[in-house]
């Protein structure tokens, strides 16, 4: 048996190595901006999209096992609450951005609003300062749903705890969905806003719901054989997590063909070029990767129960996704830049400097949640005890 104190420290021993890490790239991207603001500013929204919609995800994640229940929620219930505890931080690394705006976004730049009859007629909704406004928006109801997320889960009485997360979490998934969806809009659809899609937000609303969930799986994976965890991630509850993953990759992959479909046959010369421009120049990999990563080869996979009852190879899959959820964003973000495909050294530092640091706030989060996973295991016995009696 191992106890807390070497429990938080085996955890912990990573977080230097990450803000390290964090410092590295940091400085590395700091030279990019100087160098080139377009490959920067480019480079730091790819990034940033990738975490932002790894925390978000896991506030929806978990969102939904409060509202609907269910054994599988409690083994990955913690490491959920570790990443939607980072969107403080999450917070502050969107501050960048609002100083990118006209390298980013055609309908800041007034010269280009001036000629654009297009933009002209979106510059109500799209202009810097509402932009920024709807921002700040978004970001108060999601530290909102956080914090109230993590009050209502240590409260003493199991079942007040139960009702009250529950009360929360309709509205809050509601809420989810509505600002996820105007984001996507307003952070990356209006990066060509002469271009849009009405399933563009529920693209980002099932990519979310994949990156939350896939991590928390390879953590649950990488930390079920120590104390206390190992009480709470059970080989049934992996299967459970495998298959609500399979789910949300078939959600993905639907929402993704159906935009596909609609545009490609409407054949609006308005719409198609977004695709064009994805599909050449290099860019045509990466849709064949995401065929191969991202939908083919977990489906088959996570279609295998024996799998999904074997941590190792149910974190290899859900590893591919998240490396998978980096390649989509950049395949949605950079073609609106850069015809021919390329990944450069300011991007690989930018990436690795975000992601150094939430890495470390996210392990530091984790760290201070072990002592918590207590409060899982009584409320998983009390759960047990009361289906034993109303069985008999």
Do not use: C
């Not at 219930?77 to 939607?84: H, K, M, P």
């Not at 509402?130 to 109801?141: H, M, P, Q, S």
């Amino acid at each position: 048996m191992i106890d807390g104190r070497q429990r938080d420290t085996d955890i912990g021993r990573y977080r230097g190595p990450a803000l390290a890490l964090a410092v590295i790239g940091a400085a590395i991207a700091g030279l990019g901006y100087y160098r080139n603001p377009v490959e920067f500013f480019t480079a730091y929204l790819f990034a940033f999209l990738f975490f932002w919609g790894v925390s978000l995800g896991s506030l929806a994640i978990a969102m939904l096992h409060a509202l609907t229940g269910g054994e599988w929620g409690y083994s990955i219930r913690r490491q959920l609450e570790a990443a939607y505890s980072t969107l403080p931080l999450v917070a502050v690394l969107f501050i960048p951005l609002a100083f990118g705006l006209e390298v980013l976004y055609p309908w800041a730049r007034e010269s280009l609003v001036a000629t654009d009859p297009v933009l002209q007629k979106k510059a109500a909704y799209l202009n810097p300062t509402a932009w920024e406004a709807r921002a700040v928006g978004y970001f108060v109801l999601w530290l909102g749903l956080a914090l109230a997320m993590n009050r209502f889960s240590v409260n003493e009485s199991i079942v007040t705890r139960q009702r009250r997360l529950a009360l929360l979490a309709g509205p809050g998934l509601v809420i989810w969905v509505l600002t996820v969806t105007f984001a996507a809009v307003d952070w990356v659809m209006s990066l060509e806003p002469n271009w849009s899609s009405s399933m563009y937000g529920v693209l980002f609303v099932a990519a979310q719901g994949v990156s939350g969930l896939a991590l928390a799986i390879l953590v649950t994976s990488r930390l079920r054989e120590r104390e206390p965890w190992r009480e709470v991630a059970q080989t049934s509850r992996l299967h459970d997590l495998g298959n609500l993953l399979l789910a949300f990759v078939m959600f993905w992959t639907y929402v993704v063909f159906m935009q596909f479909l609609i545009i490609w046959s409407g054949n609006l010369p308005e719409e198609t070029p977004w695709y064009l421009r994805r599909i050449h120049g290099g860019w045509q990999w990466i849709v064949l990767a995401l065929a191969a990563f991202h939908f083919a080869l977990p489906f088959l996979l996570l279609l295998s129960r024996n799998l999904k009852r074997h941590p190792r190879r149910l974190a290899a899959v859900a590893t591919t996704l998240l490396a998978m959820r980096l390649v989509d964003l950049y395949w949605l973000v950079m073609p609106a830049f850069f015809p021919a495909l390329s990944f450069g050294w300011i991007d690989a530092a930018v990436l690795l400097g975000l992601g150094g640091l939430w890495s470390w706030a996210y392990l530091g989060q984790l760290e201070s949640r072990s002592a918590r996973v207590a409060l899982d295991i009584a409320e998983l016995q009390e759960s047990t005890e009361g289906a034993i009696h109303a069985t008999v």
